[in-house]
Structure formats: C-alpha cells, structure tokens
C-alpha cells in the first residue's frame, strides 16, 4: 500500500518513519506507544490528505508538529511546495533535521504562529492550507486569516467528532469568509487510514 501511495518517495517515508519511532520519541514528539502505528495512524492517515491537493499547489502545513501531515503528503507528492509553519522549538528542530535527511525538495520551515505577520509574509501566497489537530475550525480559520486569501482552500484533518459537529459551525465559518464548506472523504485505498477531511474555501477576491 505504502509503496502505491509514495512511489519513489517510498525510501525516504522509511527515513521519516525511522526518525519519527527513534529522535521522535526521544524528544517527547511522538508518544512510544505510537510506533507500533506510525504508518497506519499517522503517515498513511496524512498521505491520505493528498486527495483533497490539486496538482502542482503550493502548500502550508499549519502547526506541523513533527511534520504530519506536511511531510508524508510531500512526499506523496513531489508536485507540491511545502511550508512547514510551527512555533515550538523543539519541534521545529526535529523538522528542520527532517527536512534536510530527506531533501532536496521544495521544503521549508518557518517557525512561528499562523497568526503572525511575520509567518504570513515569509509564506507568500499558498493554494491549500493544511492542518491536522490543531484547533477546533473556528479558531483554526481564525488564526490562518492571513494565509487564507480568497481562493485559498482550507484541508483539515479533524477526527471523526468534529465532522458530525460540522453542520452547527456552519454560520461561524461563513461569517468568517469561508465558503463551500464541506466533509470529503480520503484515501479510500488505504484501508484504516482512509479518512475524513473538512475542506473549505475562503471567499471574496
Ligand atoms: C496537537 S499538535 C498536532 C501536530 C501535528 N499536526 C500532528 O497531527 O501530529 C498541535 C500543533 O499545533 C501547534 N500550534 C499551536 N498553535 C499554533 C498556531 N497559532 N500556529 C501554528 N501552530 C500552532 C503546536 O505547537 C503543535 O505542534
């Protein structure tokens, strides 16, 4: 499965995977009882997102974390730009390395909040805004104002709970300029880490 989904970007996923279950682990950014399911849960789970990508987009993965979904969608796809946005120091550490053991790619990291002008200005113009467990929409959309220009589509990957609860934050979402809001399901090849995301559009020109 794992080589249908990142092809010649299959060795490198390995390298992720491995610096995820050993420096991931050692600095507290992936909790030992995950390795077992990195592929599953987490590194297929964000290939998955790749659906929702259109060809050749500019991408930014807000509050990377230890670079999921960033990273495994890059890898999926090496069509794509990536910006890797993340406040905290030590994770942007362990993706700065990351980035450098799998590269060279169209990959950068900045450090910093999503809300920051500073992070807005060094990202530039992006088609797709991504984010896995970041903030419950709202505050998410709230705090990717600036990345979100119109036209720019929102991909978050939020858990089950929050799509059935999707339907009540409707009139917030679209207060706040997003438009086509919808659930969308991913990866349906992939088996248990198929997955629902929540895809949506920030309107005006
Ligand atoms: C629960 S972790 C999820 C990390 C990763 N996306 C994953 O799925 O494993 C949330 C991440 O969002 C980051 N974060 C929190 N507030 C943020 C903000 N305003 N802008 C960007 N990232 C933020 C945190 O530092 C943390 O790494």
Redesign the pocket.
């Known amino acids: 499965m794992a080589e249908e989904v990142f092809g010649d970007g299959l060795q490198a996923t390995r390298a992720y995977v491995e610096l995820l279950a050993t420096d991931g682990v050692v600095r507290g950014l992936i909790g030992p009882r995950e390795v077992p399911r990195l592929w599953e849960r987490h590194v297929l789970n964000s290939a998955a997102v790749a659906d929702a990508v259109p060809q050749g987009a500019r991408v930014v993965d807000?509050?990377?974390?230890?670079g999921?979904p960033g990273i495994p969608l890059g890898l999926a796809r090496p069509d794509i730009a990536l910006t890797l946005?993340?406040?905290?120091a030590r994770?942007v550490e362990f993706l700065e390395e990351a980035v450098a053991a799998l590269g060279p790619r169209p990959w950068r990291v900045l450090r910093g909040?999503?809300?920051e002008r500073s992070v807005v200005t060094a990202v530039g113009p992006v088609d797709v805004v991504t984010?896995?467990?970041?903030?419950p929409l709202p505050r998410l959309v709230g705090?990717c104002r600036g990345l979100l220009r119109p036209g720019t589509q929102l991909v978050a990957l939020v858990g089950a709970r929050a799509v059935e609860e999707l339907p009540g934050m409707l009139p917030e979402l679209e207060r706040a300029g997003m438009r086509d809001i919808h659930p969308r399901a991913v990866g349906a090849s992939l088996g248990d880490a198929a997955t629902t995301v929540v895809v949506m559009t920030r309107g005006g020109r």
Do not use: D, Q
């Not at 807000?62 to 230890?66: E, F, I, K």
């Not at 946005?85 to 905290?88: G, I, K, S």
């Open positions: 807000v509050g990377s974390g230890a999921l946005v993340e406040p905290m994770r909040r999503a809300e984010a896995r467990a970041v903030a705090w």
